[in-house]
Structure formats: C-alpha cells, structure tokens
C-alpha cells in the first residue's frame, strides 16, 4: 500500500517529509523539533520596515526628508538664482551676451552654434555664464587682446587680473566632479524596474531631468525631482526587492557613458584659450557638455547597440543572486564614489598642504604649484554667507571685464551644487531608513565616507546598502518559503 504524505496536522516540517517514506502506516510519527525562531527575528525586522513605510511614522519621516529637501531646494535658489539677479552677475551677463563686442573688453561671445535659433539662444545663455568662471582671465594688461588664463612657457599663471584664480578653479572643479557622481546616482533611477511604468514612469525619465538642471540649475530641478522621487517611485519604500531591479548591462556602461558625455567635455572646456585651444572651439566644448544628458543617451543607445545588451533586469533575469549580497548598480555606486573621493581628497590636499611644505627647487620650477597652495584654503571651498555675497555695479560701467565675474560664478555655482548635494543625501537617507536598513557599524561608515567624499559618495554608500539590505532580506524570504 502506498504512503500518503504526512498531512499537516502531522506537525512535521517539510525537512522531515522524506524521512516518512517506506514506513509503515502504523509507525509512530517523530515528535515535531522545537521552533525555529529566525522566522519570527525576521518578522520583527519586517513589521519595522512596514512602520516605517506606513501610517503615522512613515508619513511623518517623508515629510520630514521632504522639507529638508525643499530647505536645500530654498538656500540654493536664494544663494544662486536671487542672488544672481540682486549682485549684478545677471545684469553683466545680459549685457555681455546682448551687446556684443562694445559691452566686454577683448572677448567675443560665438553667436551660432546649431543653426537653430530657439537651441542657439539657449547655449549662448549658457556658455555666457560658464565663461564668466572659465574664461575670468582678463585682457591682456590693456592691449584689449584676450588672453584668458596666461601661460609662460608651460606654467599656468592665473589671477593677474583677480578673476580666474586658483582660489575660484580649484573648489569648482571639485564640486563639477562631485555633480557628475551625483548624476550618475540620478541616472541610474532611469533604469530601474520600478521607475518603468505608472506615475513612477515620470522619474525614470533622466534624461529630461538632466536637461531641467542644466537650464533651471541643479539645486532647483535635483530637489523637485527628489520630491516626485519619493511620493511616486515604489523603490523609494524599499519593500520591494523587483522595483530596485536594473538593467546589468546599462549599468556597466554607464560610467563610460557618463565620463564621455560630461567629464571629457568639462575637461575641453577647461582648457586655457587661446593658448592650448582657439575661442571658437573652446565655446564650442561649453556648449557641448550643456548637453550632457542628451549625448548620455545616445552614447548609452549606441553602445548598446554595437556591444549589446546582457538582458539582465528583464522579466527572465531578475538581476539578484540568492544566497549571496547583490546590488545590480554597483558599477555606479564605485564610480560615483571614486570620483567623489578623489574631488574631495585633492581639495583637501591642496587646502590643507601649506605653502612652505613645497621645496624650493620644486617651487622655482613649477610656480603655479606654490601659487595654487598660497590661494587655495578650506575657506576656499565654503560659499560665502547668503546676505554677503560677492557684488558688481554693471551700471556704472561702460565696459565689462570677464575677470571681475569669477567671484560672482563661483558664488552662484557653490550654492547651487552644495545645496543640491545635501538634497540628494536626504533623499538618499529616506531610503536607506524606509527601507528598515540600521545599525551602528553602518552609520560609522556613512560618516567615513562623508569625510572622504562628501554628501554624494555617502548617498551612493547608502543606496548601495539599502539596494543588498532589500535583496538580502528577499533571499531570506525565499529560503524560509523553500523548508
């Protein structure tokens, strides 16, 4: 007679099932193992992470993580849009791109760069306020000849006229490389599952919002976006492991996308003009990486074309493996950290390095090295107060000159990336609480990675986290279904 198996008023455990084949009828079943108490360790540590995901604790901690984002949202706009329109810095770039040659000393603003009308009146808008910190140089000493930043012989001199001076490059170019990690976190939301469809579908378009940086500036368009992020996007919660799903092969091309598209481009522009690259092409690179976002997108459609799509994060390939940590965006977490430390670390470096540690051989034959450590300090990389900022009188002036601009770009663009850095960290750090993720150890590493790389690298710190945190606990799901 065959064995049925054991029905479940039996009290065994499916471990025990194969044990009751080929005894008989009349055996005496074994006594049923005493509890195992992981399952219930883990239904606490879901009952907290739906607690915080709903009713009155989790309303209470997205308002708070959104009006810290719209206080961000606030002290960037204050600091750069008002205060642009208040100090004069509007007023002189109005100027220089309405009126010409007559309105700036020695500089000419390219005009034509698409041969579209609507798109050039937009890029020369943006060019003009990136040449007011890139090309602060200054006229040659009154011979009305541009110059830029000077070189001798091989060695950049700067600041001979007080606008584009080590004390204004250094802290920038450190918050231009912070803003590409922060881009890359951005982007990768793009590529998400969960950002696919419905409401969510809104946030997953990056593209556009990458472009509303770039013409509203980053610490407008980043917090609004964070906002929609949070009250749409279902991987803000955390509860669902499929929602974090992405695209494996997107995200092992995105850091090359994202070095093409916006830091070579930075790079070009960055170049001193005329002496290493002519006028025309320098503000050619300028208007190029205002579209970073756009040639992103098509680098990405592109190379995926030529090499392919690996298919993970599709319905057949969920991009998790069970049984072992795994974040499917850890190629941009890395890369967004490594560029976020580097940034910050040679800021530091350089702030914190005093000008007597250079020996004298070396600082005789590289002087823009003892120039760089006698004008760059940590004060160099905190925006001045909101009510004293940098200010020029363009009324009083018959001509401008570009290197009295350098002070005003600086101030706007500090506020303007800071800002939206601390709003994409709390954002960041929702989801890393909605998520039910704690625990010292990873709090002392968030603090690490803040001293190392800033907001930013602790914001992909925490999404990493929160990403292994939400499969780990679905892996463990899946076991304790399986006994």
């Known amino acids: 007679m065959g064995i049925p198996s054991p029905p479940p008023s039996a009290g065994l455990t ?12 009349h055996r005496t079943p074994r006594p049923s193992p005493s509890p195992d108490t992981r399952p219930r360790r883990t239904s606490i540590i879901a009952q907290l992470q739906a607690r915080r995901t709903s009713g009155f604790v989790g309303f209470a901690g997205k308002c708070l993580a ?3 984002i719209l206080t961000f949202l606030g002290t960037g706009a204050y600091g750069g849009m008002f205060t642009g329109f208040t ?10 791109k309405t009126g010409g040659p007559s309105a700036v000393a020695g500089y000419e603003l390219k005009q034509v760069y698409t041969r579209v009308d609507a798109i050039d009146k937009i890029l ?15 006229p040659d000493m009154g011979k009305g000849k541009w110059e830029g930043p000077w070189l001798e012989g091989f060695h950049l001199v700067k600041g001979e006229e007080g606008g584009r001076t080590w004390e204004v490059d250094v802290p920038l170019w450190a918050a231009l490389v912070q803003f590409a990690g922060a881009w890359g976190l951005v982007s990768v939301e793009g590529s998400r599952k969960g950002n696919k469809g419905g409401l969510a579908r809104v946030v997953g378009w990056t593209g556009f919002w990458g472009m509303g940086m770039q013409l509203l500036s980053y610490t407008i368009a980043g917090p609004i976006y964070f906002i929609i992020h949070l009250f749409t996007s279902p991987v803000a919660s955390g509860s669902d492991v499929d929602a974090l799903v992405v695209n494996a092969g997107d995200m092992a091309l995105l850091p090359a996308c994202i ?15 005329p002496q290493l690259i002519p006028q025309a092409e320098h503000q050619n690179w300028m208007a190029t990486w205002q579209v970073f976002p ?7 459609f592109f190379l995926k074309s030529l090499f392919g799509s690996s298919g993970a994060g599709s319905e057949g390939n969920s991009n998790k493996v069970i049984g072992r940590k795994a974040a499917g965006a850890s190629p941009v977490y890395k890369f967004t950290m490594t560029l976020c430390v580097v940034a910050q670390l040679g800021f530091l470096t350089i702030a914190l390095t005093p000008p007597t540690a250079l020996p004298a051989s070396l600082a005789a034959s590289y002087p823009w090295l003892s120039a760089i450590l006698k004008e760059v300090n940590i004060d ?11 200010s020029l009188d363009v009324s009083s002036l018959e001509k401008i000159r570009m290197a009295w601009l350098g002070p005003l770009a600086k101030h706007f663009l500090q506020w303007d990336v800071y800002s ?6 709390t954002w960041a750090v929702y989801q890393y609480w909605a998520a039910g993720v704690g625990g010292g150890k990873r709090f002392g590493k968030a603090l690490g990675w803040f001293v190392l790389g800033g907001p930013v690298a602790t914001a992909a710190y925490l999404l990493w986290e929160r990403d292994e945190a939400v499969v780990a606990r679905d892996d463990d799901r899946g076991r304790r279904r399986s006994r």
Not at 124 to 138: K, M, N, Q, R
Not at 261 to 270: D, E, I, N, R
């Open 14 to 25: 499916p471990s025990t099932w194969g044990s009751t084949q080929g005894q008989t009828e």
């Open 66 to 68: 959104i009006l810290l």
């Open 87 to 96: 100090n004069g810095f509007f007023a002189a770039l109005t100027k220089i």
């Open 124 to 138: 020369v808008t943006l060019v003009t306020f990136f040449a007011a910190w890139l090309d602060a140089g200054g």
């Open 259 to 273: 070095t093409m598209a916006f830091l070579v481009p930075a790079f070009m522009m960055g170049l001193p003009s």
């Open 294 to 300: 756009i040639l992103q997108a098509n680098l990405m």
């Open 380 to 390: 160099s990389g905190i925006p001045r107060a909101l009510w004293d900022p940098p």
């Open 420 to 425: 939206g850095n601390f709003a994409l960290l």
